[in-house]
């Protein structure tokens, strides 16, 4: 039996990471959570996660550093930024996203999100 795909949701929002937490976890993946970019390093070094969900304003350590690193490293897995930003797009293209979604968002939407990067994934490793 495989073991469930997981998601890293990487947000200083505490009720945010929880609220997505209990949204993806009826998706059938696992999901773990990161307050800022230097928590999420650990949480990648731990497990490798299928998808993260990425706020790009963060204390500590932001999204575009943590991509930085994550580039650095090389073979970073699939990132779908979450930011209230103007220009939502612009915020994903400045760090290579797989996707963005703009706060506030839609529980479906994000779901849906969800399903498809981590079904291509799963399509691309199998």
Not at 14 to 31: Q, S, Y
Not at 40 to 68: N, Q, Y
């Amino acid at each position: 039996m495989s073991a469930r795909p997981l998601v890293l949701v990487v947000d200083d929002d505490d009720d945010l990471r929880e609220l997505l937490g209990v949204l993806l976890a009826t998706e059938g993946v696992e999901v773990a959570s990161a307050a800022n970019g230097l928590e999420a390093l650990s949480a990648i070094a731990a497990r490798r996660p299928d998808l993260i969900l990425l706020d790009m304003k963060m204390p500590v350590m932001d999204g575009w550093e943590l991509c930085r690193r994550l580039d650095a490293d090389g073979g970073r897995p699939p990132i779908l930024v979450m930011t209230a930003a103007f220009d939502p797009a612009a915020r994903a293209a400045e760090v290579r996203a797989d996707g963005w979604i703009g706060k506030p968002f839609e529980n479906e939407e994000i779901r849906s999100m969800v399903r498809s990067i981590v079904a291509r994934r799963a399509s691309r490793s199998s």
